[in-house]
């Protein structure tokens, strides 16, 4: 199944995808918006050109398992473009991605502008190679 992952923010909203078989995360872009709407609406066109068969949408919780106003913006975004889009829509926690997207970004030594600009799609390459996992042993749920 072909799934997105969506790392939501104010001004950049990273995207990735998967191929068919569930393998391979890979990076998709960044949408640059910071009306909610207009972000809503990009990303359901990103899922429909992209052929998606399901969305996931990072759930930034607090590191005790909490929910803050950034997680509640996001479950906001989800439940619109769930209603934009023709797939299942599901929140995963995303505890941790942009951290280790900035890892990840300082041992390729991404710098300046050009990390400003791939951060949130790596961020959500991280989240949904997270799905990607978990699906491996849940493989009948989505």
């Not at 990009?42 to 759930?59: D, T």
């Not at 803050?68 to 913006?73: K, M, N, T, Y």
């Not at 439940?79 to 995303?94: A, F, G, I, K, T």
């Not at 030594?109 to 990390?115: C, E, L, M, P, Q």
Request: a neutral charge; hydrophobic letters at 40%.
């Amino acid at each position: 199944m072909k799934i997105m992952a969506v790392d939501f923010g104010d001004a950049r909203t990273g995207l990735a995808i998967c191929d068919k078989t569930e393998l391979l995360a890979s990076p998709v872009g960044v949408i640059h918006e910071k009306r909610f709407e207009h972000a809503v609406e990009k990303v359901a066109a990103a899922a429909a050109e992209n052929r998606a068969e399901a969305v996931i949408v990072g759930l930034p919780l607090n590191m005790n398992g909490s929910e803050g106003p950034r997680a509640e913006l996001c479950r906001n975004f989800a439940e619109q473009l769930s209603s934009r889009v023709n797939v299942p829509v599901r929140m995963w926690d995303e505890r941790q991605t942009t951290v280790s997207a900035a890892g990840y970004l300082n041992q390729t030594d991404t710098r300046g502008k050009k990390r400003k600009e791939v951060i949130d799609a790596v961020a959500a390459v991280i989240i949904l190679d997270s799905y990607l996992q978990w699906r491996k042993n849940h493989p009948e749920e989505f």
